[in-house]
């Protein structure tokens, strides 16, 4: 089992959607059932594999090494340690609730549950690949089932918004491939072996157009990675991409697409290339703190609410940013505990961020689903000219109990308030990011109180105030969607009552990277 | 595990269990259920009082248990008590007022449509105000205090489905984070330095005697506390934040008492409190001048409301201002003091307004009246007759908070104000005169406002005689909440086992002594103060009796008497404008509104713009645009110009040399001989030369 699981984890879905190839069309019944049948099951897997990870190892678990094109050195490598852990198990998590929340999907089941799946085995791919070539691979595998299913499912802008998306990822997508080839051939002996280029890649002496490889591998990974995070400037293909996506495709994009962002970063750019990270990291919380402000400042101009989500999704990752480049703490006249907090808290942050942001998207879908818009007010070149500038509800609370106890706790959840999960791994960056980076931390805890704002103002205007007679007639949240949303509202308030389960987990794997990061540089003497 | 562990384990988490239970089975059980959380907050009333004896009767409380919350190699952040004499004061009170809110809200809010819910929230405020009280370490306290900002946050807009209430909870909330983020960078600098969140741990890492960490950087620490403060300044209300306070009076009256008036707002000064041991004297000076401009800005703008509860929520305001004024002035045993009383007192006041508004909203709405609003002051008159029991112990509330010896707020008043005249004596500076100014003046405008209020209320004709036949007392499990509190107004509850109404010592003063500053400054040790305070107290009585008096009786000439006439003085101000000043509470609404928040607004709108309209549609989708530009421009070269041109041009050379070419096989035998032989020659020659 222990040699075999990942490849499961991975190909699982891939089987499930095979599967589906021989389901007669118009058993649109069955399709939904193998694909929470699959989904279920690798869920399942997940758990069990989060149980039996080794939390006191920050060495690669269930590791699978198998030859894949010799001449090539190119190996089918997987495993993981504590920072793929946790991505692993959202994956999981969260595919298997995006199908529970597909449910209603009534146009070309078929295809839809399919690509569905197969995107939930790319993103899986993504995280457990330990060979750079095979990690690219799953990469763009996961592209073209995201372009169909925004491209197809999704709203009215939804080519525009797909055909957008897929190019931007793919510009970045270009730049790491060439990252990962020159780190390919001036390796020695060629590898794309992520651990044995730990060693290699350091060590690479070439100059081009006059500027060390390096520094270029470094700079065209980042681009690749920056773009899916987003970070500032590349972040736009974001809010057009989630709002015009289908509610389960936004869960995914924002939940775990994102992460992987950060997570190549980690993974690839952190312990590769330390000397280049340890330069960047100023700019990657200067880059944090754009974002959290920028996200924020956004969120609060907007009157769609799932362009609101998204835009908090832009202002939270960057605090994810401010941790990871709390590495340099001591360098910078800060603590290892610093280092060791900003660390920590960014991954957390990212599993945090992912299961609050999947619960803001499904929430924002229970209502779409019931109102067919979804607009906190509507906008001012809104097709019905009476009805611009007024509130799209309003009092929703007073017929809708059960669904605005979830909103409620869940933009509070977002908004960082202590007991909620977002809070402690959120006080985690900003601690890292404090011990790092002083002044900029300070500006970046403004974001605490912007990110209050919307949340809180789009709660006043849905739900508070003399309930919209036009929405009377709403009916409450459904044990389908109560269930769906149930699980992740439990690990909410679980993590934030005691993060210590999930920090277990993650912390010797983030320990032994900072220190990695900061022995192997040969800047040391700097 | 210990018996004290044990004791505030319970104390916690009983009230968090109510409100699971009200919110997730409340409408189960039904509107009999609050007995329930009635229930809860009583026990642990009892074990709060059961600490607080056998600290008064026995030794001081010092149990500090913790537990590691979560570690991380070199870092590791423990949850935990500060179970010291403070933290016990501080829980009786919580458990007091919410007890006897809760009590008293089992009546005035029966018939609610929330009416459970209401139970549950009461609760998870309980349970997060208790969690302020005996965290161990700012991290914590930050933790529970934002917890306190949401269960303040769900009270207020109780009733969601008025504007006003819906406005009033969000502007707390935000106004509460704006003073959380200067805490929470302030818990970080703190943190940063010293390696310590907990209070423990600061006491000993700052300490001047034990190696102070802040050695050569006491401007920093300066600049750490005051941070912190400003999460004092949020949740007390105090300048420039005081904004909320007033507006969160949208919420229930019982709600107004508890958190508003009581408790939660005391949190601020809990936590100055908390801070005293390690704030620098510039630190301290900054917290003085914050609570003396709140201190008077309150009570200025008390005087001309007509709301019953705006009046109350702004000498709340004022009071909360006199508690930081003292923490600042080294009197951090009389603003614990003050807080203690000031709770009982103002809780009373409250839940006294709060009968008369229900009396009066249900006498109104059985005169089919339901225009009036009952809250208004100028509405009432002459309820003495009609609610005895609330006129009694309102009148005792209103003694005591004007301070009036006999009553609490005489004794703490006055510890306060002999602080600001030994601060005064010491500092020779003109400025420090201020101070005592602030506190004297505050407290005359106190007794004026107040009184204005039980007369308005109570005296004179009624407004409405119609109505006021139809008002009535409200049953006795309102109005035994007000007795008790009445009762806990006078002095002697506090001075016990003294029972000289004009000396502050007794129980109170014996287990909550005057601490210790440890940044290092001899004007800060302790026995300095206290011999300042000492020397200052028969002055300050003195002084404090006769402002009291002064402006209780020109009340009396105003509003009971008619010797003076309200509307010609108020014309006389208004001359130069300082009636309209403080009748619209000096602007700062209307200054936030133009000067922040709606700038603000505009700004995230233009941002929006930036993002969005310049830099996504026009930029990036205009690389894309462009990119489809270059490649037509390329597509046509491709097409016209290399395929057409260029290809196509090879391909009609070749076939023009094929047409030329074709010529050649004429089909005549000799030629192709002659050719042959001609290329024979040719081969020949070249061979040759070559």
Not at chain 1, 271 to 290: E, H, M
Not at chain 2, 600 to 627: C, N, S, V, Y
Request: hydrophobic share 55%; net charge neutral; charged share 10%.
């Amino acid at each position: 089992m222990d040699a075999s699981i990942l490849t499961i984890l991975v190909f699982l879905p891939v089987l499930g959607a095979a599967a589906m190839l021989f389901v007669p069309r118009g058993q649109d019944e069955l399709f939904r059932w193998i694909a929470a049948g699959f989904t279920g099951v690798q869920l399942l897997f997940a758990c069990w594999v989060l149980w039996a990870f080794d939390r006191g190892s920050s060495q690669f678990q269930f590791e699978v090494v198998a030859a894949w094109i010799p001449s090539f050195n190119v190996n089918y490598h997987m495993g993981i340690d504590g920072l793929s852990m946790p991505m692993v198990f959202l994956t999981a998590l969260l595919s298997f609730i995006s199908i529970v929340a597909s449910w209603k999907i009534t146009k070309a089941p078929r295809g839809y549950f399919a690509l569905f799946l197969l995107l939930d085995a790319g993103m899986m791919g993504v995280f457990v690949s330990l060979d750079f070539f095979l990690f690219y691979m799953f990469w763009e595998v996961m592209l073209l089932p995201m372009y169909f299913l925004i491209g197809i499912w999704g709203g009215p802008q939804r080519q525009y918004a797909a055909i957008k998306f897929f190019l931007y990822t793919l510009f970045g997508s270009v730049l790491m491939l060439l990252a990962m080839l020159a780190l390919y051939f001036y390796s020695d002996p060629h590898t794309f072996n992520l651990i044995t280029l730990i060693s290699q890649a350091h060590k690479i002496d070439v100059m081009l157009w006059g500027i060390e490889m390096k520094w270029l591998i470094w700079f065209a990974l980042f681009i690749g990675f920056a773009i899916k995070v987003p970070i500032f400037p590349f972040h736009t293909w974001l809010p057009l991409a989630h709002v015009e996506a289908p509610t389960a495709v936004s869960v995914i994009l924002a939940g775990v697409l994102l992460k992987m962002g950060t997570y190549g970063l980690l993974r690839i750019s952190y312990p590769l290339l330390p000397d280049q990270t340890i330069v960047f990291a100023v700019a990657l919380a200067v880059l944090g703190v754009i974002n959290i402000i920028w996200g924020a400042a956004n969120a609060i101009a907007q009157v769609d609410l799932k362009r609101m989500v998204a835009y908090s999704s832009v202002s939270h990752m960057g605090i994810v940013l401010l941790g990871m480049a709390a590495v340099v703490s001591v360098r910078e006249g800060g603590t290892m505990a610093g280092a060791q907090l900003g660390m920590n808290g960014a991954v957390l942050q990212m599993f945090n961020h992912g299961i609050i942001t999947a619960a803001l998207f499904l929430l924002v879908g229970v209502i779409y689903d019931r109102a067919h818009h979804r607009y906190i007010v509507y906008p001012s070149d809104y097709k019905d000219k009476a009805l611009r500038g007024k509130l799209g509800f309003g009092g929703l609370a007073v017929g809708l109990p059960i669904f605005s106890g979830f909103v409620a706790l869940v933009f509070f959840a977002g908004l960082g308030l202590p007991a909620l999960s977002g809070f402690i791994s959120e006080a985690m960056c900003f601690l890292g990011g404090f011990s790092t980076f002083r002044t900029l931390t300070i500006i970046g805890t403004f974001g605490i109180l912007l990110n209050a704002v919307y949340f809180l103002r789009a709660y006043q205007r849905m739900f508070m105030g003399s309930p919209n007679e036009r929405w009377s007639g709403l009916s409450d949240m459904s044990p389908r969607e109560i269930g769906m949303l149930a699980p992740l509202v439990i690990i909410i308030i679980f993590l934030g009552v005691y993060p210590s389960p999930a920090l277990n987990v993650i912390s010797l794997t983030m320990n032994n990277l900072i220190e990695l990061v900061n022995a192997a540089s040969s800047l040391a003497g700097m | 595990m210990h018996t004290l562990t044990l004791y505030a384990l319970i104390i916690l988490f009983l009230p968090l269990a109510s409100f699971v239970l009200q919110i997730f089975f409340g409408r189960l059980i039904g509107p009999r259920g609050v007995w329930l959380s009635v229930g809860a907050v009583a026990i642990t009333l009892v074990l709060a009082l059961t600490m607080l004896f056998s600290v008064v009767l026995g030794s001081p409380m010092e149990h500090y248990p913790e537990l590691v919350w979560f570690s991380l190699g070199d870092f590791s952040l423990t949850l935990g008590f500060q179970l010291d004499n403070i933290a016990v004061v501080m829980l009786v009170i919580v458990a007091l007022i919410s007890g006897l809110v809760h009590l008293y809200s089992v009546e005035y809010m029966r018939g609610d449509v929330r009416y459970t819910r209401f139970f549950g929230y009461l609760g998870i405020f309980t349970f997060a105000m208790n969690g302020i009280v005996l965290a161990h370490s700012l991290l914590m306290m930050y933790v529970f205090w934002e917890l306190v900002g949401l269960s303040s946050y769900l009270l207020i807009g109780h009733w969601f489905e008025k504007d006003s209430a819906a406005d009033a909870s969000k502007k707390a909330f935000l106004a509460n984070r704006v003073g959380d983020i200067g805490m929470f960078i302030g818990i970080m600098l703190l943190w940063s330095v010293t390696g310590s969140f907990t209070f423990q741990g600061l006491y000993e890492l700052v300490d001047v005697e034990g190696g102070n960490m802040f050695a050569g950087q006491m401007g920093l620490l300066s600049v750490a506390g005051v941070l912190v403060f400003m999460g004092a300044v949020g949740k007390s209300a105090q300048f420039p934040l005081h904004v909320w306070l007033p507006d969160a009076m949208e919420g229930p009256t019982p709600v107004s008492a508890l958190i508003h008036a009581a408790t939660m707002v005391a949190a601020g000064v809990y936590l100055t409190v908390r801070l005293f041991p390690i704030l620098t004297p510039d630190a301290l000076l900054f917290v003085a001048s914050v609570g003396a401009l709140t201190a008077v800005l309150g009570a200025l703008i008390a005087i001309s409301q007509t709301d019953i509860k705006r009046v109350l929520a702004y000498s709340t305001i004022s009071q909360l201002g006199y508690m930081i004024m003292a923490v600042g002035m080294g009197a951090q045993q009389a603003a614990f003091f003050h807080l203690g009383t000031h709770a009982m007192f103002k809780g009373l006041l409250f839940l006294c307004s709060g009968s008369v508004i229900h009396a009066l909203h249900h006498a109104l709405e059985h005169t089919g009246d339901h225009e009036t609003d009952p809250q208004d002051m100028r509405n009432m008159g002459g309820l003495r007759k009609r609610m005895p029991i609330t006129y009694a112990t309102m009148l005792i509330g209103a003694l005591a908070i004007s301070g009036v010896p006999l009553f609490s707020g005489f004794l703490s008043k006055d510890a306060i104000l002999a602080g600001t005249l030994a601060f005064a004596q010491h500092h020779h500076q003109w400025w420090a005169i201020l101070f005592p100014v602030a506190g004297f003046g505050a407290a005359a405008i106190t007794a004026f406002y107040m009184f204005r209020l039980i007369f308005m209320t109570f005296h004179g004709k009624p407004a409405k005689a119609q109505v006021n036949r139809q008002v009535h007392e409200p049953s006795l499990v309102m109005t035994a909440p007000l007795m008790t509190l009445a009762a806990l107004s006078f002095a002697l509850f506090f001075t016990l086992p003294g029972i000289n109404p004009l000396h502050a010592e007794g129980w109170f003063t014996k287990i909550i002594p005057q601490a210790e500053n440890l940044t290092g400054y001899p004007e800060l040790g302790v026995e300095h103060l206290e011999h300042g305070f000492h020397q200052a107290h028969s002055q300050a009585v003195r002084l404090s009796v006769g402002v009291a008096g002064s402006g209780i009786l020109l009340a009396i000439a105003f509003y009971l008497l008619g010797w003076l006439d309200p509307k010609a003085w108020t014309q006389k101000l208004q001359r130069i404008g300082l009636y309209q000043l403080s009748r619209s509470k000096f602007y700062f609404d209307e200054i936030y509104d133009a000067l922040l928040y709606r700038p603000f607004l505009w700004l995230t709108a233009k941002i929006a713009w930036l993002d969005w309209d310049l830099w996504d549609q026009r930029f990036i989708d205009g690389l894309g645009r462009g990119t489809v530009k270059v490649s037509d421009v390329s597509g046509w070269l491709d097409y016209h110009l290399l395929d057409q041109y260029v290809v196509d041009g090879l391909g009609r050379v070749v076939s023009w040399m094929g047409a030329v070419g074709r010529k050649v096989q004429t089909g005549r035998v000799q030629n192709y001989v002659l050719w042959a032989l001609v290329g024979g020659i040719l081969i020949v020659i070249v061979a040759a030369n070559f």
